[in-house]
């Protein structure tokens, strides 16, 4: 406990620095407004700004993406609320409740509670995230080769199966990512791999190009038939944003049991802050007395999933910061940025920079306060914003985009291959395959191969080496689990619509 609170000190001392304390409130406030444009999200915001972090020191790199992230969680259900447009995918369950309160006149208490319930999530989600990180962390330590692949395919495995959507897409995501990971020089032999004699691919792909070209450009791409759609959005009828004693009262027991649910959920890979919204609300709606008032403005069906969606960001940075394995796209996409500024994520970051690991995790307690304040009273200036064009929008991000892509090799080829990537990733949302297994195959591929290769070299080429090692069993066979899972669930669903 003594450690903890040590090491605290030396994560306040870092956050409150004048540089990271306005970077702090610059990225919350960016991600706010990123979190409530329809079509964007946090992995589409940490994606555009991403060559801004060149210029910082890692810390603050990293401090700027946290905010953004869950500065985007915050305001995801404004579009929600107000116009039954949901931000990002973690906020449509708040569209079920949320506009309906606005429909009844309601719509300033409905941003007010989204808000409070935001921080409460977000605090919870904190004071887990101190007491697990550490742990976690000391474990992870003393992984070798074995464990380490194990893990890392776990991971991958459940992003798959556990997210939503078809288990084959899933898997030819992660091929595709593994596949286009493997371009370049090989990292123990030094041959050229898949490079198909084009010169400026002897280095590879870079990450954060094919993030630009994935979350940014993509989107861009599939927001193109909304250009010249006037949004009808009437701010004169929100009134105060606050909630009334009572109404608090009512919502507190949503948080309490929603919080540490969505931070578990959040820890999970390729679960998210998406998944853990709807188990809040079905939870809520289960254990409430009015069931019957759900989808017709009960303020507890705004008030869960908010708390839920915010601790789940809390909770996907465990595996980010202790293993170095991203939990969602949003933290996919951190990940890759940070390996570019020279920084891996994982266990040697709490011994080798306990000052970056902990000055992240007290920004974000800072960063929740800095929000609520955003939140409450800028409401309805911020609120304001949705009512700017999409054919002015759009071309801004497009901008910012290539621009950014330039900034990060002062290559004229990075414009080929963030075009390429857009063009397959719009083409993979509208075939349904998922993102995220794909950009993790793709920055994880090379530390799977490293420790696969590590562990064949230690064990003499002897596959069984991995179950013969009891951590790396018990990681191999949740994967096989997650699998089974994933085949009876889809079987049961089958079988109940038929």
């Given at each position: 406990?003594?450690?903890?609170?040590?090491?605290?000190?030396?994560?306040?001392?870092?956050?409150?620095?004048?540089?990271?304390?306005?970077?702090?409130?610059?990225?919350?406030?960016?991600?706010?407004?990123?979190?409530?444009?329809?079509?964007?999200?946090?992995?589409?915001?940490?994606?555009?700004?991403?060559?801004?972090?060149?210029?910082?020191?890692?810390?603050?790199?990293?401090?700027?993406?946290?905010?953004?992230?869950?500065?985007a969680m915050f305001g995801g259900s404004r579009a929600?609320?107000?116009?039954?447009?949901?931000?990002?995918?973690?906020?449509?369950?708040?569209?079920?409740?949320?506009?309906?309160?606005?429909?009844?006149?309601?719509?300033?208490?409905?941003?007010?509670?989204?808000?409070?319930?935001?921080?409460?999530?977000?605090?919870?989600?904190?004071?887990?995230?101190?007491?697990?990180?550490?742990?976690?962390?000391?474990?992870?330590?003393?992984?070798?080769?074995?464990?380490?692949?194990?893990?890392?395919?776990?991971?991958?495995?459940?992003?798959?199966?556990?997210?939503?959507?078809?288990?084959?897409?899933?898997?030819?995501?992660?091929?595709?990512?593994?596949?286009?990971?493997?371009?370049?020089?090989?990292?123990?032999?030094?041959?050229?791999?898949?490079?198909?004699?084009?010169?400026?691919?002897?280095?590879?792909?870079?990450?954060?190009?094919?993030?630009?070209?994935?979350?940014?450009?993509?989107?861009?791409?599939?927001?193109?038939?909304?250009?010249?759609?006037?949004?009808?959005?009437?701010?004169?009828?929100?009134?105060?944003?606050?909630?009334?004693?009572?109404?608090?009262k009512q919502c507190l027991g949503s948080m309490i049991?929603?919080?540490?649910?969505?931070?578990?959920?959040?820890?999970?890979?390729?679960?998210?802050?998406?998944?853990?919204?709807?188990?809040?609300?079905?939870?809520?709606?289960?254990?409430?007395?009015?069931?019957?008032?759900?989808?017709?403005?009960?303020?507890?069906?705004?008030?869960?999933?908010?708390?839920?969606?915010?601790?789940?960001?809390?909770?996907?940075?465990?595996?980010?910061?202790?293993?170095?394995?991203?939990?969602?796209?949003?933290?996919?996409?951190?990940?890759?940025?940070?390996?570019?500024?020279?920084?891996?994520?994982?266990?040697?970051?709490?011994?080798?920079?306990?000052?970056?690991?902990?000055?992240?995790?007290?920004?974000?307690?800072?960063?929740?306060?800095?929000?609520?304040?955003?939140?409450?009273?800028?409401?309805?200036?911020?609120?304001?914003?949705?009512?700017?064009?999409?054919?002015?929008?759009?071309?801004?991000?497009?901008?910012?985009?290539?621009?950014?892509?330039?900034?990060?090799?002062?290559?004229?080829?990075?414009?080929?291959?963030?075009?390429?990537?857009?063009?397959?990733?719009?083409?993979?949302?509208?075939?349904?395959?998922?993102?995220?297994?794909?950009?993790?195959?793709?920055?994880?591929?090379?530390?799977?191969?490293?420790?696969?290769?590590?562990?064949?070299?230690?064990?003499?080429?002897?596959?069984?080496?991995?179950?013969?090692?009891?951590?790396?069993?018990?990681?191999?066979?949740?994967?096989?689990?997650?699998?089974?899972?994933?085949?009876?669930?889809?079987?049961?669903?089958?079988?109940?619509?038929?």
């Amino acid at each position: 406990m003594d450690e903890i609170f040590a090491n605290l000190a030396i994560g306040f001392s870092t956050a409150l620095t004048p540089m990271n304390l306005m970077w702090v409130v610059i990225g919350g406030f960016l991600g706010t407004v990123i979190g409530m444009l329809p079509g964007l999200g946090p992995a589409t915001g940490v994606a555009i700004l991403i060559p801004i972090s060149y210029s910082m020191d890692p810390t603050t790199a990293l401090v700027t993406m946290c905010a953004i992230y869950y500065g985007a969680m915050f305001g995801g259900s404004r579009a929600s609320i107000m116009i039954n447009t949901p931000g990002d995918a973690s906020a449509i369950v708040t569209c079920f409740d949320g506009y309906p309160m606005t429909k009844n006149g309601e719509a300033g208490k409905a941003l007010g509670i989204s808000a409070i319930a935001s921080f409460f999530g977000g605090m919870v989600g904190m004071i887990f995230l101190v007491f697990f990180t550490l742990p976690v962390a000391k474990m992870a330590l003393k992984f070798g080769p074995g464990e380490m692949f194990s893990l890392l395919i776990l991971a991958l495995t459940a992003t798959v199966t556990l997210a939503q959507g078809n288990l084959m897409k899933g898997f030819f995501a992660m091929a595709l990512g593994f596949m286009i990971g493997t371009m370049g020089i090989d990292p123990q032999s030094g041959i050229f791999r898949f490079t198909f004699g084009v010169e400026a691919l002897q280095e590879g792909v870079d990450f954060l190009v094919a993030m630009i070209g994935l979350y940014a450009v993509a989107e861009v791409f599939k927001n193109y038939r909304t250009v010249g759609k006037e949004i009808s959005l009437d701010t004169s009828t929100i009134g105060k944003v606050w909630v009334s004693w009572k109404d608090f009262k009512q919502c507190l027991g949503s948080m309490i049991r929603s919080s540490p649910l969505g931070f578990v959920v959040g820890v999970l890979p390729g679960m998210g802050g998406t998944v853990a919204t709807f188990m809040s609300y079905a939870m809520e709606k289960g254990l409430s007395k009015n069931p019957e008032k759900f989808g017709k403005g009960a303020i507890e069906g705004v008030a869960g999933p908010e708390a839920a969606n915010n601790a789940s960001s809390c909770g996907a940075l465990v595996p980010l910061l202790t293993l170095g394995i991203p939990g969602s796209g949003t933290t996919a996409v951190m990940l890759g940025a940070l390996m570019m500024l020279g920084v891996r994520p994982g266990p040697i970051l709490f011994q080798m920079h306990p000052e970056i690991a902990w000055g992240v995790i007290a920004s974000m307690m800072i960063g929740n306060v800095v929000l609520l304040l955003i939140n409450m009273p800028l409401a309805i200036p911020l609120v304001q914003l949705l009512k700017i064009p999409t054919r002015i929008m759009l071309p801004l991000i497009l901008g910012m985009a290539f621009m950014g892509t330039y900034f990060l090799n002062y290559s004229s080829f990075d414009f080929v291959l963030v075009t390429l990537f857009a063009l397959g990733g719009f083409l993979l949302m509208k075939l349904e395959v998922p993102l995220p297994p794909l950009v993790l195959a793709l920055i994880l591929g090379e530390t799977v191969e490293l420790n696969f290769r590590n562990a064949m070299t230690i064990s003499g080429g002897n596959l069984m080496f991995f179950l013969e090692r009891p951590l790396s069993a018990t990681f191999l066979g949740l994967a096989a689990l997650s699998l089974v899972y994933f085949l009876w669930k889809n079987r049961k669903e089958s079988l109940r619509s038929r």
